[in-house]
């Protein structure tokens, strides 16, 4: 499901090397022209993936150095070598943990929205991110419940900070949103099942913490839909949030 920036740029690397082969090999100038605008879109690639590694391992850097030199609570010092940790893996390599999986999302989000304005932002949280979901909490008891509620309430935090300065009429439009994001939850799975989890809850669950106006939530509903997920919808809509819209 998720792949390395790393093993992104192997696969990069391939292709400017039999780009550059079929050049030399090439036996009319318009076979060479064919992959020079290849080659220059793979090297642009590259550099932004390279950059992007970079500065995520500068938050893993700094994260050791307050660790090793300034912190004194033990439980925050184990707190930021983690978070090295994090940093320094994702997203250069594929996430193993929900942690991992939720640094390398941001990472990513960061890096797009600084090449490009800001954009919708369609993501199924809850189906993407359930099996680290269940590995972390229900296999290997990594986390708690809790400590995921507290991760998707501080990651809807963090998304909501992603933005730009609008012109005033952007402002007057928007109307403090920085998106507008909208990240689905809910619906079936691709065998027609029935995709609400546990992990859809906690979202909904952090939703009531956050109380962000953006990422805002559009929830997929069926016949089998389970009902503790759906009284959580209502919930969050009975608390005035205005999310999720219900489709």
Same mark, same amino acid.
């Given at each position: 499901?998720?792949?390395g920036?790393?093993?992104?740029?192997?696969?990069?690397?391939?292709?400017?090397?039999?780009?550059?082969?079929?050049?030399?090999?090439?036996?009319?100038?318009?076979?060479?022209?064919?992959?020079l605008?290849?080659?220059?879109t793979w090297?642009?690639?590259?550099? $932004?993936l390279?950059?992007?590694?970079?500065?995520?391992r500068?938050?893993? @850097?700094?994260?050791?150095?307050?660790?090793?030199?300034f912190?004194?609570?033990?439980?925050?010092?184990?707190?930021?070598?983690?978070?090295?940790?994090?940093?320094?893996?994702?997203?250069?390599?594929?996430?193993?943990?929900?942690?991992?999986?939720?640094?390398?999302?941001?990472?990513?989000?960061?890096?797009?929205r600084?090449?490009?304005?800001?954009?919708?932002?369609?993501?199924?949280?809850?189906? #993407?991110?359930?099996?680290?979901?269940?590995k972390?909490?229900?296999e290997?008891?990594?986390?708690?419940?809790?400590?995921?509620?507290?991760? $998707?309430a501080? #990651?809807?935090?963090?998304?909501?900070?992603?933005?730009?300065?609008?012109?005033?009429?952007?402002?007057?439009?928007?109307?403090?949103?920085?998106?507008?994001? =909208? #990240?689905?939850?809910?619906?079936?799975?691709?065998?027609?099942?029935?995709a $609400?989890?546990?992990?859809?809850?906690?979202?909904?669950?952090?939703?009531?913490?956050?109380?962000?106006?953006?990422?805002t939530?559009?929830?997929?509903?069926?016949?089998?839909?389970?009902?503790?997920?759906?009284?959580? =919808?209502?919930?969050?809509? @009975?608390?005035?949030?205005?999310?999720?819209?219900?489709?």
């Amino acid at each position: 499901m998720y792949q390395g920036f790393d093993a992104v740029i192997r696969t990069i690397d391939g292709n400017l090397t039999e780009a550059e082969k079929k050049i030399r090999e090439a036996a009319t100038a318009e076979e060479q022209v064919s992959y020079l605008s290849k080659i220059d879109t793979w090297k642009a690639m590259k550099i $932004c993936l390279e950059a992007t590694i970079r500065y995520a391992r500068r938050f893993s @850097r700094l994260a050791k150095t307050i660790a090793e030199n300034f912190e004194t609570d033990p439980k925050r010092k184990e707190e930021l070598l983690r978070i090295s940790e994090t940093c320094y893996k994702a997203p250069a390599q594929p996430p193993e943990h929900l942690w991992e999986a939720i640094q390398f999302d941001h990472f990513v989000q960061v890096a797009y929205r600084l090449e490009w304005y800001n954009a919708a932002w369609s993501w199924h949280q809850d189906y #993407w991110h359930w099996p680290f979901y269940n590995k972390d909490v229900l296999e290997e008891k990594n986390l708690t419940r809790d400590e995921v509620i507290e991760y $998707c309430a501080e #990651w809807m935090i963090m998304a909501y900070s992603f933005g730009k300065a609008y012109i005033r009429f952007g402002r007057e439009v928007m109307q403090g949103s920085p998106g507008p994001y =909208v #990240w689905t939850l809910g619906g079936v799975d691709e065998n027609g099942n029935d995709a $609400c989890n546990d992990l859809t809850d906690c979202y909904l669950e952090a939703a009531l913490l956050a109380r962000v106006g953006d990422p805002t939530f559009g929830f997929r509903y069926s016949n089998k839909t389970r009902t503790e997920t759906l009284r959580r =919808v209502f919930e969050c809509i @009975r608390h005035g949030l205005g999310y999720p819209s219900i489709r």
